[in-house]
């Protein structure tokens, strides 16, 4: 089955970095498109980056921040966030979907639980 598991998140001073990852198992990752959204609270989850097919789309003001990259070796894709701000407080989550890359999260098919990042100034 399709199973996606985001981990690293944390609690980071503001500037500081942190990198996320989000493990696939059930499928190839590289037959996928995998996203990063978050979601903070009372905010409509927004999405962040996907990668598929060896090309990466950022889709918010973070794109000068966050990098995403993938190790399909490991089946894991990673988010690198580097001088965080308390606005990028949320919990962060890796979604898949068969075709394409999209930054509307209902697009997605699969999702993982998501990991909390707390960034304090």
């Known amino acids: 089955d399709v199973q996606l598991q985001a981990s690293g998140g944390g609690l980071v001073q503001a500037g500081g970095s942190l990198r996320l990852s989000c493990a696939a198992s059930g499928f190839t990752l590289d037959d996928y498109a995998i996203g990063w959204f978050r979601q903070a609270s009372g905010m409509e989850r927004e999405g962040i980056s996907c990668i598929k097919g060896g090309n990466t789309y950022y889709y918010g003001s973070m794109k000068d921040r966050f990098t995403m990259s993938s190790d399909n070796a490991k089946n894991t894709v990673y988010l690198q966030m580097g001088s965080v701000t308390p606005e990028d407080t949320a919990v962060y989550y890796c979604?898949?979907?068969?075709?394409?890359?999209?930054?509307?999260?209902?697009?997605?098919?699969?999702w993982g639980q998501g990991t909390q990042v707390t960034v304090s100034s």
């Open positions: 979604a898949a979907d068969r075709f394409s890359c999209s930054n509307w999260y209902l697009q997605y098919d699969y």
